[in-house]
């Protein structure tokens, strides 16, 4: 974080946000309600726009802001295009992680006493006991989630609560869940309100039963989406924490948000006797090693089956009285899924560790070997599947890599007590064909990459990376029953023969590791339980039917959607702790936070006449309407077009603007989130849609924009390492504006983007500057030029505007705002800024205000209280926020590019003079200087020379045959070369061609034309003054190639001008300026042959920076020039004794004797060495 010298510009932001915000807030500009029928608004168009409501667990962050800015800026700008815009902000409660922070609130304080006195070591956290596996996390995983990110280091939900700044008698009420839904959701809306957000806030609420009328709503979307048989009762495989004692959906999980169940085929190795001495006790049982594959179609192949030697592992009792073997953390999944007699307990008959049975016999299903033996490799891990594993040689790069290792090392066997018999007769079984790699994929592809040994693991993953994903989609089977068909089609089916015949099952695990937010690892369990059936075919239809019309802004965010869609399956959508409401038909279970939040967008549109104004519904609104009369019969009529009038006691016209309102504002015309919930939120909010509006396609999503995360300053958002600001303390730092500004520059696709705080703080000072010179503008106004604007520097600055205003428009509308900040500030200010330095005639009033306004309105949405405050200043009486964008007039594009021209011309004209001042370098190295130059001539070609043009024409040929695209150069140069024209010039002519392709990338087909498509000298001639002042040359002549020597005429090209410098000699004259405390100097100048008044006053002008107008300055000469210089100035009377210099006259030097002398109407009149200027 960067510390900051001072905040005067922030402060000063701030306060005007204040007062504008008051102001808004007075005249309740967003609030906003449905069209009446046949009114003037009606024939306008509306605009819904929807943010995922944020948990009410915490304050915002900056991360939140950076979403809900999308909305914000979409919002802004589709006001100032005319729509009615309605953006509602809803407060999400229901779930978890309320509930599981004050209960562990409540734990800590029944344990440690109030104030809690905390054990200096202990954890808070149940450690696990013997028999629990320690899990080894891979570190290359190990980063923290969000959620474990948001919490720091605290380890007891006290110190996490008193990092918010909370008192402890604060602290001690949040042991009620209740209490977080008082005081965080308040805390919320007054952040989003320092904001400046354009929220219509009566429409606010919060979620769970403790909202009647939302309660009502959401158990009113579930009868009618279980009376659709959307909703299913029955066992289903569902990530589950065992600790909670329920399912834990996406958003009660510290980590592992986004993962699901991963299926395995559980392969069943009976073991032989006799068994090993630790199994000795379980003769005459069925003892397996169960190994849990991803590939059951390679189990033809087994040679053997992998134990890690130092593993622990347990044989544990199954509910046939059968005996498997896994790792401790395997058989707690499988005691989830129906595998042991209770639910959840693992009846352990042994532990053992891998050597206790390395060697056993085994016969494993489907292999062609009789018996197979348990070998051991030492790179097995304990967090994926059941610790053993099926080995396949032919097939699997690791297993053959492994197998090699025993067969070719003997101390390696002895080491294990491995013998020949077990190793040296097993070769690889071919058993699927790959294209380009045969019937043994595994050995070739090793053979290959040359791997020695299994521990060569980068080389490992590359062939797993080359075999696996091939075979799937282009391995053919080889083995009896299964020849000849594809392995992607009989994976299943070669599955599902190994479960009829006992030899396998199924199992479920979770992709990755999950961690509850009440620390417990979850597993997969086999639960009862409500679910939405988002796998069932229909519906799936109906989702991507809704989804080919939804505007995702990007093609990324489409692809991610059809993959959600796709593998999508069922859904739980029960549980039995939390926050929330009831199913309505069976109270046991509460609604989880992900299936309550898919329709709310069209409760928005009612909330604010059924709640008054309080964000709980604990008070009826505008219409008295009380909870218990919201019917599932008044429910129908308001959200179903076709549904009957209900019998109720609630007014026919107060049903009627309830139906009103939802049917103006609905569909959502764009939600805005994060990439993240893509895979559910989203998905599930598409699903739902179509799902209660199935026959009304006109109320499903209209444009969903997806959003990467935001990083702060490069780095993940982190309170653990102080790399996290919240909303509030954003806004404190930055101020409101210069936070959005920040935020609309971070950046705008599906990759992350970046808040920089150093860019922050250029931001803020770039908005100061901007208000500081529009007061400049408004106070000195009438020393801006007026009369018409048709100056070339007035029309480039028009068209610019014009182009500035067209290109903004685009961005806005395609919501890249970054874009829109490019060009609607940051290229606008510079054209304002180029204006100014190349309009030496003085910048024209009318231009310039116009400007104001125009900036203005680009920049309103994102930074509409500073704008706001400009627009007051410019003297509009009614707010900004009821102003329309500005039309943009004709952008001529030609004007722009010939203006371009210029300042590239003088750019290199610039780097010339400098050149041109290096003459060579001196004896020892050092750069030797020459005399700057006084004059320049430019020199500028209607034509290319020969050899160019010739090979404009064959670039011109291949481009227009090959429909805009240019040959590789060998195949130019080839043609090139057997033209005669070009033979002494082939040394040239592959740069240039080099040159041509690299502007036709920037700038397009027109780079090959052979004429500009502008006047360059008319350009040139009509900027001389300006060229000639910035260049700080005395003069500059502007020819035709034409006109010059053969060398010029190479050199020169249309677009690309030669310029020929020279210094013209000079006599030194002192000038003065006699008057008193004016901040003008004497200086010592030279006078050159032809000056005359005005070349010398503003040669003085580029010593002299404080002089600025030319018309300000009088220049005197001495009626005595022998005697003037020497007589004392008398104050007041500066004039005496002196004439000054006419319009006409022009200096005249004698170089030889050093002299000068004035030419005016013929007469010749002496100077002497003193000169004098007055500035008024």
Not at 41 to 49: A, I, R, T
Not at 358 to 372: C, K
Not at 535 to 555: H, I
Not at 854 to 883: N, V, Y
Request: charged share 25%.
């Amino acid at each position: 974080m960067t510390e900051r010298k001072g905040t005067t510009k922030v402060d000063y932001l701030k306060r005007i946000e204040k007062d504008i915000q008051k102001k808004w807030d007075e005249d309740k500009l967003f609030e906003i309600d449905a069209a009446e029928p046949g009114s003037e608004e009606s024939g306008l168009p509306k605009y819904f726009v929807t943010f995922p409501y944020p948990y009410m667990n915490g304050r915002l962050h900056l991360g939140h802001t950076f979403s809900l800015s999308k909305c914000e800026f979409s919002v802004g700008f589709q006001r100032l295009k005319g729509k009615r815009c309605l953006f509602p902000f809803g407060l999400h409660c229901t779930g978890m992680p309320i509930k599981a922070c004050a209960d562990k609130l409540k734990r800590e304080l029944e344990l440690y006493g109030y104030p809690p006195q905390f054990p200096e070591e202990e954890e808070e956290e149940e450690k696990p006991s013997e028999n629990q596996e320690i899990i080894i996390i891979d570190k290359a995983k190990g980063k923290k989630s969000k959620a474990a990110a948001k919490t720091g280091h605290a380890k007891f939900q006290w110190n996490i609560m008193e990092s918010l700044g909370l008192s402890h008698e604060e602290i001690v009420q949040f042991a009620e869940a209740e209490y977080w839904l008082d005081y965080f959701p308040v805390l919320a809306v007054q952040d989003l309100k320092r904001m400046g957000l354009k929220v219509d806030w009566r429409r606010s609420f919060i979620t769970t039963d403790v909202n009647p009328f939302y309660d009502s709503f959401v158990k009113w979307q579930f009868v009618i989406l279980k009376e659709r048989s959307k909703i299913k009762f029955g066992k289903r495989y569902t990530i589950y924490s065992p600790k909670d004692g329920q399912p834990c959906m996406d958003h009660d999980r510290q980590t592992g948000e986004g993962v699901g169940p991963q299926e395995y085929t559980l392969i069943k190795m009976k073991i032989l006797q006799p068994y090993p001495p630790k199994l000795s006790g379980l003769k005459g049982r069925n003892i397996f090693l169960v190994a849990a594959t991803l590939r059951p179609e390679t189990m033809f192949g087994q040679t053997n089956c992998w134990l890690r030697p130092d593993m622990k592992y347990i044989a544990f009792e199954v509910v046939n009285g059968d005996i498997f073997i896994s790792t401790q953390r395997a058989a707690k999944n499988m005691s989830f899924q129906g595998f042991t007699r209770e639910n959840g307990k693992v009846p352990l008959v042994v532990e053992l560790i891998g050597k206790d049975i390395l060697g056993v016999s085994l016969r494993a299903p489907l292999t062609s070997y009789n018996v197979i033996y348990a070998l051991p490799m030492l790179t097995i891990k304990e967090d994926k599947g059941s610790g053993i594993v099926t080995s396949v040689p032919s097939d699997a790069p690791d297993d053959i890599a492994a197998l090699r290792d025993l067969k070719n090392k003997k101390a390696l066997r002895e080491k294990y007590g491995i013998t020949d018999e077990m190793v040296l007769p097993f070769e690889p079984i071919p058993i699927i064909e790959i294209p380009g790699y045969g019937n043994l994929s595994a050995p070739t592809v090793c053979d290959e990459l040359k791997i020695q040994s299994q521990n060569d693991r980068e080389k490992l993953a590359e062939a797993k990376e080359r075999v696996y994903l091939k075979g799937f989609y282009e391995g053919v089977m080889l083995v009896d029953g299964f020849k000849g068909q594809k392995v992607q089609e009989v994976k299943k089916l070669i599955q599902q023969k190994m479960i009829n015949s006992g030899e396998a099952v199924i199992y479920m695990e979770p992709e990755k590791q999950i961690i509850s937010r009440s620390a417990d690892e979850c597993v997969v369990a086999l639960c009862d339980q409500w679910y939405l059936d988002y796998g069932e075919d229909n519906w799936k239809k109906q989702a991507m039917g809704c989804l080919a019309t939804l505007e995702t802004f990007c093609e990324e965010t489409r692809r991610n959607f059809e993959a959600s869609l796709n593998w999508l399956q069922d859904h739980a959508c029960s549980r039995t702790y939390g926050l929330g409401s009831r199913l309505p038909w069976d109270d046991h279970w509460l609604i989880e936070s992900l299936s309550d939040s898919t329709i709310y967008m069209a409760y928005y549109t009612i909330a604010h006449l059924l709640q008054g104004g309080t964000l709980n519904g604990q008070q009826s609104g505008p219409l008295g309407i009380r909870p218990e009369q919201m019917t599932r019969e008044v429910w129908d009529y308001i959200f179903l077009r076709n549904a009957p009038r209900p019998k109720t006691q609630i007014p026919p016209k107060s049903l009627d603007q309830l139906k009103r309102e939802f049917e103006y504002w609905y569909a959502v015309d764009l939600r805005v989130s994060g990439k993240d919930l893509v895979p559910n939120h989203l998905s599930y909010y598409l699903y739902n849609h179509v799902a209660m509006w199935p026959g009304d396609s006109a109320k499903w999503p209209k444009a969903v924009r997806a959003n990467g995360h935001l990083l702060l300053n490069s780095e993940k958002m982190s309170k653990s390492t102080g790399n996290f600001l919240t909303l509030t303390e954003a806004i404190d730092k930055f101020s409101t504006d210069g936070m959005r500004f920040a935020l609309a520059d971070a950046g705008d696709t599906v990759e992350d983007a970046n808040f920089v705080e150093t860019m922050a703080d250029a931001g803020i000072l770039r908005l100061y500057t901007w208000v500081e010179w529009v007061k400049e503008m408004i106070a000195n106004h009438q020393s801006l030029r007026g009369g018409p604007a048709n100056t070339f520097n007035d029309r480039v600055f028009l068209s610019e505007m014009n182009a500035g205003i067209v290109k903004t428009e685009q961005h806005y509308e395609k919501m890249m705002f970054k874009d829109a900040l490019k060009t609607g500030f940051f290229e606008f200010q510079a054209a304002k800024d180029k204006y100014r330095e190349v309009a030496v005639e003085g910048m024209h009033r009318d231009l310039v205000f116009s400007f104001i306004q125009t900036q203005t309105l680009l920049l309103a949405p994102i930074c509409p209280h500073l704008c706001e405050h400009i627009w007051t200043l410019l003297g509009k009486t009614e707010s900004l926020m009821r102003a329309r964008w500005p039309v943009a007039g004709a952008v001529d594009e030609i004007l722009i590019r010939s203006s371009q021209y210029l300042m590239e011309t003088a750019h290199d004209v610039r780097l010339r003079a400098k050149n041109y001042m290096v003459v060579g370098k001196g004896k020892k190295g050092v750069a030797k200087q020459s005399q700057r130059p006084s004059h320049c001539s430019i020199y500028v070609a209607k034509n290319y020379p020969p050899w160019q043009h010739i090979t404009l024409l064959v670039l011109r040929k291949h481009y227009e045959k090959s429909s805009g695209l240019l040959p590789d150069n060998k195949t130019i140069a080839s043609e090139l070369k057997d033209l005669p024209e070009l033979k002494k010039y082939m040394k040239k002519v592959m740069p240039f061609v080099a040159m041509i392709k690299e502007n036709l990338e920037k700038n397009g087909p027109r780079v090959l034309d052979l004429e500009l498509e502008f006047d360059e000298r008319s350009v040139l001639m009509e900027n001389i003054v300006y060229l000639t002042n910035s260049l700080e040359l005395d003069h500059i002549d502007v020819n035709f190639a034409s006109e010059a020597d053969d060398k010029v005429q190479e050199e020169c090209c249309p677009g690309k001008p030669f310029c020929a410098f020279r210094t013209e000699p000079g006599v030194c004259v002192f000038l003065v300026n006699p008057q008193p405390a004016n901040g003008h100097f004497s200086t010592r100048m030279e006078i050159r042959q032809g000056d005359n008044k005005d070349t010398v006053i503003r040669r003085l002008m580029k010593m002299d920076k404080g002089i600025k107008d030319v018309s300000r300055v009088k220049l005197l000469r001495f009626v005595e020039p022998a005697m003037g210089p020497r007589q004392v100035p008398v104050l007041g009377k500066e004039c005496v004794g002196k004439l000054p210099v006419s319009d006409k006259a022009s200096f005249h030097i004698d170089l030889a004797a050093k002299t000068i002398h004035l030419t005016d109407n013929g007469v010749k009149l002496g100077v002497g060495d003193t000169l004098l200027y007055l500035v008024h």
